[in-house]
């Protein structure tokens, strides 16, 4: 038996000389698949009776299910044949696309398992985009694919003016030049990021917002109002718990379906939901005054209220 | 079922704010696209608008899919939110779905489907005027994958400690011989 980590914050056990001793049994239990398999495989070709684009199916089923044992198989047989998996790169061996989360508290167990990102108007929680990445790449990886599915939310509206994504914040993770770079090419500031661990600036001066401006090279396509209003909803982390702390209620904390699909079916459910209860919020105008303070200065509409009030006696 | 679910009622709030048209839609768009149906023969299919609701009831309530679809039998703000409009007597009909449904359900669902309900959500909610994308915040949290295989080596030591446990009460119990004949037999 191995331990991980220090004991005072948990067990982390391994019964290695068990795992070898089920992968063994399981191995044997498997043998005949994959001649079986192929021979599956050739019934399929020299079947006549099936249309071809259920052949096409079929086949493709299988190949899928031979490839999943092929994987199966081979993390199985480096279990039984005791070889070292590499440190920090694998952490199930069933299961290469859960990764350890890197950053974490020093001689502790890792933290593991899936590290979903979103992208969410900081005034109510509505959450635009979702996204649950293979693996746990580093932060600023999530920026602009998280963008792209934003975008493709806006193509999507029909009403109202074309709308622009203005400004994006995060917290120091973000900060990567690479990303600032390619923000400011799609014309979207990112006074928002912080470079450093002082708190953003909420009232710019005119001398900060020339040179927000100046720096990020977006002196025609962004104006001062919209730099204020970026400055404004920059990085707040108890607004971003909230949002966080109302998916997590929702049980997005720990992922019960299997593997990355099963991870990004229920983030996206979750997300849904959320978004739906959010909404029922905003309708009956249940904000916080950093939001009716927000809402007010991008000039969203309050919503229709045409209900009549109920005779009280 | 619209007058007997009140219009406070929290879950006919929460399901009033989907595009459900646009969402059923676009799941049957794709449904269609990746399984083809074979045969018209057979069973009417649980309509996907049921499946869909119940799926995102099942985590705006913090459910399990057997809960849900128990709810779905006997709970009118259950059936507002999936789309039945009148109560239907005969178990047999729409309103009836069993858990492994709701699962066949689910495995269709993809990650391209998923991203393209979420656009359809938020574009519902931009031309209501309800949210603006101008300024974003992005952040990422740590989730648990909390799947556990059936060969687990924690599973199996547990099953392995748990009949050791048993088979040594039970033999201590043999040892101990027959009962005493004092105490009380039971009924």
Known sequence: MRGFGRRCRGQGRVFVTLVRQTAQQLLALGEPIKTLGFKAQEHLEHTVTLGEAQRQRLTLALTTAMSHHAHIRQQSTRLTHGKKLRHCKLVNAYDPTIAPILKGKSHCPAQFGRKPGIASEPATGFIFATLVPTGNPSEPSYVLPLLDKVQRAIERSQTGPQRQIHSVAGDLGLNDAVVRQALHARGILTVGIPKTVEPIKTNPSAQDVFDILTEAGLHRKRTPYQVHLACASGYSRPVVESHIASVLARGAGHVRYKGLEGAVLQQGMIVLAHNGAVMVRIRQQQWSKRAQKFRRLLGLKLPKVNEINSPKN | ?187
């Open chain 2, 1 to 187: 079922m619209t007058d007997f679910v009140p219009k406070t009622h929290p879950i006919r709030q929460w399901a009033d704010t989907f595009p459900w048209v646009a969402l059923v839609s676009a799941i049957e768009q794709s449904f269609d696209t990746r399984f083809p149906k074979k045969s018209l023969r057979g069973r009417r299919p649980v309509p996907l608008r049921v499946l869909f609701a119940l799926e995102l009831l099942k985590h705006e309530l913090g459910a399990s899919d057997e809960d849900i679809c128990h709810r779905l039998r006997t709970d009118f703000a259950v059936m507002y939110a999936c789309g039945l409009r009148e109560y239907q007597v005969n178990p047999a009909q729409a309103h009836f779905v069993l858990p492994e449904t709701l699962c066949e359900f689910r495995g269709r669902l993809d990650a391209a489907l998923m991203d393209e309900l979420l656009a359809i959500q938020a574009a519902a909610a931009m031309d209501e005027g309800l949210v603006s994308p101008s300024h974003l915040v992005i952040d990422t949290f740590p989730s648990e994958q909390g799947s556990q295989r059936v060969t687990d080596a924690t599973t199996l030591y547990k099953a392995q400690k748990k009949r050791s446990r048993s088979s040594t009460t039970s033999r201590s119990r043999a040892t101990a011989g027959p009962p005493n004949s004092k105490t009380k037999p039971k009924a």
